[in-house]
């Protein structure tokens, strides 16, 4: 892994500083036991600088989790997740995984086929590691990996790999339809369905 910028103490990037994590990997964020695995579209080049998912400062990911009880203390992950933050995240039954691995500035940079191939990568992952509930966060991005053309938002009629399959909003800063209060009743469902809440 690079090492992170000295920037990345202030929360503060350059544009260059960004752009030098283009096309890196960022891993998977799951475990044994997993119960709920949101699945992101790729990775930003903000995740990819501190290789924390959802990391971007606009991104609304962890505080929505934390208003619907899915996590219990703040995650701030924008100069990335603390050991004790990855441990806290996976022990509550959490996992995290992207359609397409390699980090792009914006997810409109991705080919169709990219998404594709993260499908069927997905699939994989699913088998790997069986968690109850798998809760992808971008219906656009759903429908081309997954030639879904008329997919909505929600528990899908069909599972994957046997797993049930929910689509939520992406919690980009870009979504600007959403806000964190509807983010968190959004996947306050499937986290129900998972047992991650009651």
């Known amino acids: 892994m690079r090492p992170l910028p000295a920037a990345a103490l202030t929360l503060g990037f350059t544009r260059a500083e960004l752009e030098a994590h283009r096309d890196e990997v960022v891993p998977d964020l799951i475990g044994p036991g997993c119960r709920l695995l ?41 100069a990335g997740m603390t050991d004790a933050d990855r441990a806290a995240f996976l022990a509550r039954g959490l996992g995290i995984t992207n359609l397409v691995p390699r980090a ?30 798998v809760a992808v966060a971008g219906i656009t991005a759903y429908r081309t990996a997954f030639g879904e053309r008329k997919a909505t938002m929600g528990r899908q009629p069909t599972d994957l790999a046997g797993v049930e399959l929910w689509v939520v909003p992406n919690p980009s800063g ?5 806000t964190v209060a509807t983010l968190a009743q959004a996947y ?5 369905a998972a047992g991650v809440l009651p």
């Open 174 to 178: 870009l979504n600007a339809h959403e």
């Open 188 to 192: 306050a469902a499937p986290a129900r």
């Open 104 to 133: 792009t500035a914006r997810a409109d940079e991705l080919s169709a086929q990219e998404l594709r191939t993260g499908g069927e990568r997905l699939v994989g992952t699913v088998r790997r590691w069986e968690p109850r509930v």
């Open 38 to 78: 949101f699945v992101g579209i790729n990775p930003g080049l903000w995740t990819a600088a501190v290789q924390t998912h959802f990391a971007h400062p606009g991104n609304r990911f962890y505080p929505a989790l934390l208003e619907a009880g899915i996590i219990e203390a703040p995650i701030d992950p924008a």
